[in-house]
């Protein structure tokens, strides 16, 4: 029989509850896969409707689920980010450099014509437990 690596589930009350059939992160291993996560607030599970503060508390809500699991933003090796406006590329990248600490993970950043209830970002991330 092949060797089949432990998977748990994540999912944390310090992130919004997913819109749908699927947890907030999935652990196989060393690895955390996220679910593309967007802007709403946990405490008020509101979206707010500037890109600016969605992309803030998407990070926020990324923090909190990579937390919850006992990884952080240094083990990033890949992060997705979708978007309604790519012309806030700058923006978005130096709210990214205030969470990575310094982290530069693989990425890739995408315009998309719609996301889910209306948001205007949604970010993904893998990160792996390395050796010290």
């Known amino acids: 029989m092949p ?11 310090e992130c919004y509850a997913p819109p749908g059939p699927f947890v907030h992160a ?8 996220t679910t593309c996560l967007g802007g709403i607030d946990p405490k008020t599970n509101k979206l707010p409707d500037d890109l600016v503060t969605q992309t803030e508390q998407a990070f926020k809500n990324i923090e909190a689920v990579l937390k919850s699991a006992g990884f952080s933003y240094k083990e990033v090796v890949k992060a997705t980010i979708f978007t309604t406006d ?20 693989a990425r890739t950043a995408a315009e998309v014509s719609r996301l889910p209830l209306d948001m205007k970002i949604k970010i993904e991330v893998m990160a792996v437990k390395t050796s010290k």
């Open 3 to 13: 060797y089949r690596k432990k998977r748990v589930n994540i999912l944390t009350p």
């Open 26 to 33: 999935v652990v196989v291993g060393d690895t955390i896969y």
């Open 86 to 105: 790519l012309s806030q590329y700058d923006m978005i990248n130096k709210v990214m450099e205030k969470y990575m600490e310094g982290n530069k993970p």
